[in-house]
């Protein structure tokens, strides 16, 4: 297990390596010049080439890089030659909007991400596996029928849909939840947990109706197979509990595609839930990506885009040691 463990993070390491320089070199060879967006508008062609000094963007592609990807582990000095500044550990550059060190930004918003992707996360889990498991145990019951309708329904509701809908019926119309507000980031802070859990409830359940839905599509069908399986009939042979059977023998063996499902979920979500920030106006990493995008903030938007990767590429490794607690036989691959 340990060189098992020992393969996927070497992998991890270079995937990250990779993500970081395809992502620097894309946003330093784009369209736009990094230069022209920090020097604002209405900007001289002097004024360019003098935030092309203070940026580095004067030194060689390499150089650049390295002097970048230095940041992630210690503390550099930005800015043109006699007017340098310090951008602390870890430095990922400075605002072009607000001069602001990129990851203060970050660490502002990823308590919001958080605590929208947990929250969602543990209600669609429950939801989704809970009702596949549900449907296969009663397959062909009315039911089951019940569960895979809605199911159908829910899969083909985008988020601004459920999300409005939301909005409108409990904060308008009922007045029984509370609008998002920006104020309480964590369960730790001095509203306390149950002001938390009402600030994000409507966003949880906007991504928990999408993401169930393909949830309960999935265990159903893994289920059902498995159910059918030899070994299962053999359990059931030998005169073990239903409940035996279900959970120890059934539900190990057909939750493999539910796991990887989560780790791609979660590595997404973490990266920023872009549609579901906007629309109730949480300022986590998909907000702040896209109000950096427009107004032209690179620092900010490639740091975001970096990070997005970075769950991504550990969700998978964490579905792959998963994989491997669950099925001994992933760990000979």
Known sequence: MMTFILRRTGSLVLLLAAVSFITFTLFQLGPSDPAAAACGQECTPERVAEARVALGMDQPFLVQYVDYVRGFFSPRMIGAPGAQTLCEWPCLGKSFQTNENVADIIGRSLPYTFSMAIGALVLWTITGVGLGLLAALRKGSPVDKFIVGAASVGVSLPIPVTGLFLLLLFVNQLHVLPFTTNEISSPFGPQGPGAWVANYLLPWIALAVLFSASYIRVTRTNMIETFGEDFIRTARAK???????????????????????????????????????????????????????????????????????FFVIVANVAVDLAYAAIDPRVRLQ
């Open 239 to 309: 005169g073990l509990a239903p409940r035996t059977v279900t959970f120890k023998h059934g539900v190990r063996a057909g939750i493999t595609p539910v796991v990887t499902m989560l780790g791609m979920d979660i590595g997404l979500l973490l990266g920023g839930a872009v549609l579901t920030e906007q629309i109730f106006s949480v300022p986590g990493l998909g907000f702040t990506a896209v109000h950096a995008a427009i107004s032209g903030d690179l620092p900010v938007t490639m740091a975001i885009t970096m990070l997005a990767a």
